[in-house]
């Protein structure tokens, strides 16, 4: 399961700099159109960078706690059935992102097959910016999995509580 965390941190640092490289493109399109000139296909660049930097920091968000999660109703229950119905949450999420993760995998798929490109100046095969977006989201389901199995097993499940185990606190 540490070899996951790595590379789910791997994936949030892959995130970080795909918004960093749509902030260079950002100002660099600025620039140029104040020179009177442009960069070919930028906002789909900006679009594929977006969906890539949502997809691929999915896994290291949930392996932060970082998710919005609703915890009123599992605060209030008592620590038996709150951790049963983290695990049932947990577990039905895995299914969900499951799912959600083949059908993403599925569309790629099918943008490969039928040699889809982008309708922009510069036409990019499309399925070469959607496998990020499949990537993250099995890896996502991937995280939820390892969260319903932690739960499981009685143990942590958020980076910091991983890390104080570890440390033997």
Known sequence: MVLTRHLFNFCGALAALSLVGIAVLILAQIVLRLMGSQIPSADDFAAWGLSASIFLALPAALTHGDHIRVTSLRNLMPAGPGRVADILASGF?????????????????????YDDVSQGIVAVPLWIPQSAMAFGAILFALAFAERTLRLIMGLPVERDDVAEQARGE
């Open 93 to 113: 999420a895995t299914v969900l992102m499951a799912w959600a993760a083949w059908a993403i995998f599925a569309y790629v798929h099918e943008s490969w097959a």
